[in-house]
């Protein structure tokens, strides 16, 4: 594991949800292996030590962190585009603002 996946925070603040997050040796979803995975059961994010960079893991990890924000705020796949990009943008800043570990782990990742 790199040292960049290693110092993912272990829990996002989410609305009323404190979401762990897990690196694990593998992830898979529907039987079929992948980098990353959002559980809305158990309020959790799995990401793969089998990312091939750190700038993948970060981008898996955002990209679970989007599927959080759908899940904690009720978000329908029928809503319009413009609405869904804005709710997700203010869930994400949310994100960063009560995570502030997360943003610089992010950046540091994605350089």
Known sequence: MSKHLAAVPNIIHLSAFDID???LP???????????????????VLISEEAPSDRMATCTLMHEIFHAIWWAYDIAPKEQEESTVTRLSHGLGEVFVRNPGLLTWIQKGLK
């Open 26 to 44: 593998e992830v898979h979803h529907e039987g079929q292996r992948c980098y990353g995975l959002w559980k809305g059961d158990t309020q959790e």
């Open 21 to 23: 997050v897990r690196v």
